[in-house]
């Protein structure tokens, strides 16, 4: 009994326990608008569950629904957090994009403004760049932090870009920013930016890159089938439709269906101005195509109010009576005629009621149903809506009978005075015999006859053809004449004057308007021609997106790095002497430019020195297309210019570029990167396009062809490194660079010592917070601020910037230790350059491989502060070189010695190490190649270590000479017996070099006389002259190294008599010995 109590009272608890779950679930479900709360509340629901777990482990089947709902829960958390995050992205994504479509416009508004106060004025207070600083701030609640990164970024770019370009268009462009100065050249400035299009030439549509020679015909089935609109421009406008027909046409069936009446003199260009918003692709001008557009809707109006049923065309009547007097079943007649005739009465009773639908959907269903028997008979533009149409007006319309025009009735009268009575009575008994039985055949018949006469009897009238009125003339004359029917004679047509617009149909400013020829005219080209062309259109956009994204026409645009500053080294330097190279191969601006095209920029450096930023800013500046080869990506293995012949597809891909600027052929610079890894025969290809033919073979989707750039917009520049490690690789053939101007950017041209040296402090002011605010400002400041940490004072200094005093003094602390950094980098560039310049044979020293550049100054400039000191400073420069060093595969610890060295802060152990670190590198060097088999290279390596025991003579002695000059006596003695030891050790090992000596010499001549030759020889027994003299050398410089020794030694009392004794018997040896080989040395006598 108590445990059912105990079961009953668990299930009603575990019961109350769930739904107080699920109201707290559904709770905590409202209130999670982040997915962060989501995580939160999913937590704070999983704790409930497990806590009801505790409380009912004793209740299996509890447990079993407790981890059914925990998916339950776990899933709907789940499903909120993803519809969060992704309405997050999706907010996230239209901020981003407003903010890019504002920025552009910022942008271009920022790039036309004439003065730096005026930008800044701009960038604090307008109202688009507050948009944007809202943007990032909402993205950034979004938590969005690359996107806020982004933004504020692009934002302060686009500030700095302004301020460089008015900088730039205040101090080089010249004729209203029109012309370009580098130097003494000025160059036309091509402001047409690069883009993609399609153009008609030639009779072909064909791609076509803006600003170039690049026309590649297009061949595309859907652009083939429309090639009569490849002359129409708009969609609204051809040869046979003006675009202010086209816009009120379209206005007049708006007003139609939407049922509003509107009068005549209520439609002028304003109101038709409020109706075209938006209608930008239909070309309409303001003050023209309103004008005229008002005046054609005007007519179209005022006729639809006095013509009555008139209104629907003559072949839309005729077309509607054949089918529904004559084709359609008479139940079905009947039964519309009634049915439409109810509403009818309705209408007279009620005049503002309106049609159902159901009344002209009927009659289309009808209508359609029999389409086979009558729309053959008819043009396109009679369908079966506007029959119903006009069915539905003629059967509500009071009287009920059928309407004929005036104009019908008159060429009936001609009709019946120019066909004799006989044929017109049997063409009429003809005819009404079979129009029941077969009215197709009677109708066919009656328009012959109608038509016939039109042709030929019919009188012309320009305003009102006649020809519009054949189908009614027949069926009339089907019908026995006008008697059943209602003549409503009216005009439907008129002259217009004083337009304003230009087409063909418009003859001095007049226009003819004929409602029905109107309304059909532009009807069927709106059904026919302009859905095509609109496709048209989407077609040549699909192209030319989807060959702009291949070609990633973006790549070629240059754009000027954020960190690029105009210093005084560019102007007074770089840019003359680009200059003059580019006046040479593109032409300057004017009457005096060459015709004679030729020539090469060569441009080499080491890395981090500008190179391919310095060209890409020169080609911002002249608006050419920036044609940027990555030479590591082509490699040693490319020879030709045929991307089918590349390696891999990253050469292949870079081919095809290379090939693509051949083809545009104009307005580019086509710049070649790092060539000193690309192969010498790729580079010969360019000698004939940088001599006067400006020829050169290519490959352009598979097909060879020769470019001629003769007189076109065209520069080659090349770049690269000719300080690599070996040397090896960067090979220019001598007919290319005969053609090109060499300048080293990472040396000093000409006397720009002071520039090139201040460069450096120029280069790194946007690496550097403090010194920020001056890359922007005047360049005076700049150079104010540098001169006055150079004569390291900051009295007199004036700034044209608002600049407060207290950052100045910061800028000229951090200027001052700048200078110390600046000092070291401009030592390893030179060390760098010296050393890369020399031959491995001729090396003294480890090669140097750490670099000086602007990269490695702005790297260090960046952590620069004020408020360092001599010693950080230094542990800054030494660091940031020891971090180089570590990406050194070999001679590391070499690299960093040498760099300490530069210094001056290599310790005594250091610069023992060095000199060891040299000494080895020497004997390397003058060992090698020396083969272990070549005796005489085992006996100069013998050689060589007793030099080396020797040479640990000299540094004991020295040091013991030190030692004892400084007063320490008592440790001479022991300094002593080392040397007395060594000098034993060192007599040892040359009694056994000499021993092996004489005995390798012996047995060179045993084996020389075991086998004589039969022929008169010379035998020479001797040591090799170069082999004695570098002996005698070798002794010579010893005794030079011991001789001061000995005389130093003298002084040093008795203990050192002994050491004298056995040195000068050592000299005596030596000497011996070299008498020894200088008779082994000499010529032997010839024996028979």
């Known amino acids: 009994r108590i445990g059912e109590l105990v079961s009953v009272e668990g299930q009603a608890e575990f019961a109350s326990q769930l739904r107080l779950l699920e109201q707290t679930t559904s709770g905590y479900l409202d209130v999670c608008d982040t997915p962060e709360k989501c995580d939160e509340y999913l937590t704070k629901v999983m ?16 447990v079993l629904q407790l981890t059914q709902r925990r998916e339950e829960v776990y899933a709907a958390f789940e499903s909120r957090k993803v519809q969060l995050v992704e309405k997050r992205n999706r907010r996230a994504e239209s901020l981003a994009s407003a903010a890019d479509r504002i920025l552009k416009g910022i942008d271009t508004r920022a790039r036309s403004m004439e003065s730096i106060d005026e930008i800044a004025a701009y960038f604090a207070g307008d109202l688009m760049v507050e948009k944007v600083r809202d943007i990032i701030d909402q993205l950034g609640e979004l938590d969005d932090a690359v996107r806020v990164g982004d933004l504020q970024s692009r934002l302060k770019t686009v500030r700095e870009d302004a301020t460089r370009q008015l900088k730039d268009r205040q101090d080089l462009y010249e004729d209203g920013g029109d012309v370009i100065r580098l130097g003494s050249q000025r160059f036309a400035v091509n402001t047409q930016p690069l883009d993609l299009t399609t153009v008609l030439r030639g009779g072909e549509m064909c791609l076509h890159l803006t600003g170039t020679q690049f026309f590649e015909p297009l061949d595309d089935d859907a652009l083939t089938l429309s090639k009569d609109l490849w002359n129409q421009e708009l969609v609204s406008e051809n040869a046979e439709v003006y675009r202010a027909e086209y816009l009120a046409v379209d206005l007049f069936e708006q007003l139609n269906a939407s049922g509003q009446s509107i009068s005549a003199d209520q439609i002028d260009a304003a109101w038709i101005q409020s109706k075209t918003s938006g209608r930008f692709d239909e070309g309409y001008a303001k003050g023209v195509h309103d004008h005229d557009a008002a005046a054609i809707l005007q007519s179209l109006v005022q006729f639809d109010k006095t013509i009555d049923l008139l209104r629907h065309a003559p072949s839309v009547r005729t077309a509607a009576q054949l089918w529904f007097q004559k084709l359609l079943a008479a139940k079905d007649r009947k039964a519309m005629t009634d049915w439409i005739g109810g509403f009818a009465k309705l209408a007279k009773a009620y005049p503002h009621a309106q049609p159902a639908m159901e009344f002209r959907g009927r009659l289309v269903e009808l209508a359609d149903a029999q389409q086979d028997l009558w729309r053959p008979l008819f043009d396109t533009d009679v369908s079966s809506q506007r029959i119903a149409d006009y069915l539905f007006d003629q059967l509500t319309h009071t009287p009920r009978k059928v309407v004929v025009s005036g104009r019908a009735e008159h060429l009936l009268t001609e009709f019946n005075a120019a066909i004799p009575a006989a044929e017109r009575e049997k063409l009429l008994t003809t005819a009404l015999k079979t129009a029941d039985s077969d009215p197709i055949r009677s109708f066919i018949l009656a328009r012959n006859w109608a038509d016939a006469f039109v042709t030929t009897h019919a009188k012309s009238d320009d305003a009102d053809p006649a020809v519009n009125y054949i189908d009614e003339l027949a069926w009339i004359l089907l019908a026995g004449g006008t008697e059943s029917m209602r003549v409503a004679d009216a005009t439907v047509a008129e002259k217009l004057t004083g337009l304003a617009g230009s087409h063909a149909r418009i003859t001095k400013g007049t226009l003819g308007v004929h409602f029905h020829e109107l309304l059909r005219r532009v009807r069927r080209y709106r059904n026919e021609v302009a859905p095509r062309f609109r496709l048209l259109q989407e077609t040549k956009s699909r192209i030319v997106d989807q060959t702009r994204d291949d070609m990633r026409l973006d790549e070629f645009k240059p754009r000027v790095l954020t960190s690029f500053v105009r210093n005084r080294l560019l102007d007074e330097v770089y840019l003359p002497l680009i200059g003059d190279n580019l006046a040479k191969q593109m032409g300057a601006a004017g009457e005096d430019k060459r015709t004679d095209r030729m020539g090469l920029l060569l441009l080499i450096s080491p890395p981090g020195y500008g190179k391919t930023t310095l060209m890409e800013y020169i080609a911002n500046r002249l608006g050419v297309v920036f044609m940027k080869i990555n030479g590591p990506a082509i490699g040693h293995g490319v020879t030709s210019l045929d991307p089918a012949e590349a390696p891999n597809a990253a050469a292949r891909e870079e081919i095809e570029r290379l090939n693509l600027a051949l083809e545009m052929g104009d307005n580019v610079m086509l710049y070649l990167d790092d060539i000193q890894h690309t192969h010498p025969e790729l580079l010969q290809k360019f000698i004939s396009l940088c001599d006067a033919t400006r020829k050169i073979e290519g490959v352009r989707n598979g097909k060879t062809r020769t470019y001629d750039l003769r007189g076109r917009r065209v520069a080659v520049v090349m770049a690269g490194n000719p300080y690599t490690e070996s040397g090896e690789r960067f090979q220019i053939p001598d007919m290319l660079s005969n053609r090109a101007d060499v300048y080293n950017l990472g040396e000093i041209i000409g006397d720009s010592a002071d520039a090139f040296e201040m460069s450096y402090l120029e280069n790194c002011l946007t690496s550097n917070t403090t010194l920020a605010p001056l890359a922007t400002a005047s360049p005076e400041d700049a150079r104010a ?33 700048l200078l110390r950094v600046r000092d070291v980098v401009l030592r390893v560039n030179r060390a760098y350059i010296r050393s890369a310049a020399q031959a491995d044979a001729y090396r003294t020293e480890p090669p140097f491989k750490l670099q000086g550049s602007y990269r490695n100054m702005n790297r260090m400039a960046e952590k620069v502060a004020s408020v360092m000191n001599e010693q950080e400073l230094q542990s800054l420069i030494v660091s940031s070189y020891e971090q180089d060093a570590q990406t050194l595969t070999t001679d590391n610890e070499a690299n960093v010695l040498k760099f300490k060295e530069l210094m001056g802060v290599l310790t005594t152990d250091e610069k023992e190490r060095w000199d060891a670190i040299k000494y080895a590198f020497v004997e390397s060097i003058r060992m090698q190649g020396m083969d272990s088999e070549d005796q005489a290279g085992q006996l100069m390596r013998q050689l060589a270590s007793m030099r080396d025991g020797l040479e640990s003579i000299r540094q004991v002695i020295s040091r013991a000479i030190a030692t004892q000059s400084d007063g320490a006596e008592e440790r001479m003695d022991a300094r002593v017996d080392s040397l007395r030891q060594s000098l034993t050790a060192s007599g040892t090992q040359l009694a056994e070099t000499l021993k092996t000596t004489s005995q390798q010499l012996e047995k060179i001549s045993a084996q020389q006389a ?7 020889v010379f035998v020479q027994h001797k040591v090799p002259r170069v082999l004695a003299d570098l002996i005698k050398g070798q002794f010579h410089l010893m005794q030079e190294w011991l001789r001061p020794i000995l005389a130093e030694s003298i002084d040093n009392g ?19 010995i070299e008498s020894e080989f200088d008779s082994a040395s000499g010529e032997s006598q010839p024996k028979t």
């Open 47 to 62: 704790v409930q569950l497990e806590e009801l777990e505790g409380r009912f482990a004793e209740f299996d089947e509890f």
């Open 785 to 817: 601020v540098i001169n006055a940490a150079q004569r390291d004072s900051i009295e007199g200094i004036e700034l044209e910037s608002n600049i407060s005093m207290d950052q100045v003094r910061e800028m000229y602390e951090v200027m001052r230790k």
């Open 1010 to 1016: 075991a086998s004589p030759p039969d022929q008169k």
């Open 1054 to 1072: 008795r203990d050192l008599s002994k050491l004298q004794e056995q040195l000068d018997a050592m000299l005596a040896t030596y000497n011996e």
